[in-house]
């Protein structure tokens, strides 16, 4: 699989670790990737995808990066880290009201430095890539030479990111000796699964891979999904073409909605901190390993051996109203 140049700044390989409590207590072997360890101002997956994203950028002569997200959203931050690392000027357009305190990722932003434009939810929802681009307008009246990201870095060559995370699994496999035959990840805006997907494919490996969404439904992903990989074989020259029923999305694990909490998931993620040392967060990585845990109790794992994990971060959207439901 051809890849092309990308800038380098997360850790690489991020370590593969066993849960080894989790597993003898589900009768399942159950590993986890650290990506939540790529870094600190850059940490999760989304650094991955911004490797790729931002050299396009930069091969374009952009000297501003455009970009868009929730007020909590671990891409915002990260691409305003990256954009101060190059020496570049940034724009974050973030779903929310600056009603409560400025913490989390959102006070990261400020630290950064970057300029943000807050947008009530119902107008972000429906009107977002429009706003970015009125946004690049006015800065190319300024002289900049603008690059939209959109969001989560989530298009054909910010999922090169996760085709890349794949080949890092399969040496991986043989360097600990251990074949995965499922591996899982969270969706959020589908490029992370999307990678992983088009890259397990391409290199004709046979481990399923599953998602499980934290937003939407699995319909919209599995369309989004399809897209993706559109976008992802104009950078590898590989096209393939996967029917929608061959997309596993494992749907039902939304709870309240997007970065809102259920009281089952906060003490779920608690009790995996316990068990295992490890901290998911309770926007992405909570709700998709809580599903996890869930759909190996309901069997739908059964005919798998070896299960991975991928931990794209997010430890800085513990807000207040999240850390106020755990239960001390």
């Not at 570049?88 to 409560?100: D, F, I, K, Q, T």
């Not at 869930?294 to 798998?304: A, L, Q, S």
Request: negative net charge; contains cysteine.
């Amino acid at each position: 699989m051809r890849l092309p140049e990308k800038i380098s700044f997360a850790n690489l390989p991020t370590k593969i670790e066993k849960l080894g409590r989790l597993s003898e207590e589900l009768g399942k072997e159950i590993y986890i990737k650290r990506d939540d360890q790529t870094g600190t101002e850059i940490s999760g997956n989304k650094i991955r995808k911004l490797e790729y994203a931002v050299k396009e950028a930069i091969n374009n002569g952009c000297n501003y990066l455009i970009t868009c997200g929730g007020i909590q959203s671990n891409h915002a931050r990260a691409t305003a880290a990256v954009a101060r690392k190059l020496g570049m000027e940034v724009y974050l357009a973030l779903r929310g009201n600056e009603n409560g305190e400025v913490e989390g990722n959102y006070f990261l932003d400020k630290m950064l430095g970057a300029k943000i434009k807050l947008v009530a939810p119902e107008e972000f929802n429906s009107n977002v890539e429009n706003i970015m681009e009125n946004i690049k307008e006015d800065l190319i009246k300024e002289g900049y030479k603008p690059y939209i990201i959109p969001m989560g870095a989530s298009n054909g060559v910010g999922s090169l990111g996760y085709c890349e995370a794949m080949e890092e699994i399969l040496q991986q496999e043989k360097e600990l000796d251990i074949k995965f035959d499922a591996i899982v990840t969270t969706i959020g805006s589908g490029g992370t699964y999307a990678g992983l997907y088009y890259a397990n494919y391409i290199k004709d490996n046979d481990a399923r891979v599953y998602g499980i969404n934290i937003c939407d439904d699995a319909e919209y992903f599995k369309d989004i999904v399809l897209k993706l990989f559109k976008g992802i074989s104009i950078y590898t020259g590989e096209e393939i073409h996967i029917d929608k029923k061959d997309i596993d999305i494992l749907d039902g694990y939304i709870g309240n909605g997007y970065a809102l909490s259920k009281e089952n998931e906060i003490e779920f993620i608690h009790k995996l901190a316990k068990l295992e040392g490890i901290i998911l967060d309770p926007v992405y990585t909570g709700k998709a390993m809580y599903g996890l845990v869930e759909e190996v109790k309901k069997g739908t794992f059964d005919k798998h051996k070896n299960i991975l994990f991928i931990h794209t971060g997010g430890i800085f959207g513990w807000n207040s109203v999240a850390r106020s439901m755990v239960n001390q």
